[in-house]
Nanobody
């Protein structure tokens, strides 16, 4: 598995928006279900959202982000996005992308830091 490259995080005030992106290997990206995960300081990494691959079109979200986050993908660019609106301080974390589901053999990227100030 090739290491993904996340970018687009930053520092915003509560209520603000960010749109991190994830660049992935084309061979893996286009046919697989992809997902965003996040890890806040002192917490375990948690699943945030998933998006279907190939002909399997679906999106799914963790309860804390439903209605605020939107996951999307551009297979022509081998890139996935996470539109984050109405951000809250509890969304502060490092955000990662990978093939879903993550396993013990998942190769994680560096992630992108999202910090939401109150």
């Amino acid at each position: 598995q090739v290491q993904p490259v996340e970018s687009g995080g930053g520092l915003v005030q509560a209520g603000g928006s960010l749109r991190p992106s994830c660049a992935f290997s084309g061979r893996i990206f286009s046919t697989n279900v992809m997902a965003w995960y996040r890890q806040a300081p002192g917490n375990q990494r948690e699943w945030v959202a998933s998006i279907g691959g190939g002909s399997w079109a679906f999106t799914d979200y963790a309860e804390p982000v439903k209605g605020r986050f939107t996951i999307s993908r551009d297979n022509a660019k081998n890139t996935m996005y996470l539109e984050m609106n109405n951000l809250k301080p509890e969304d502060t974390a490092v955000y990662y992308c990978t093939v879903y589901p993550a396993t013990r053999s998942t190769i994680w990227g560096q992630g992108t830091q999202v910090t939401v100030s109150s």
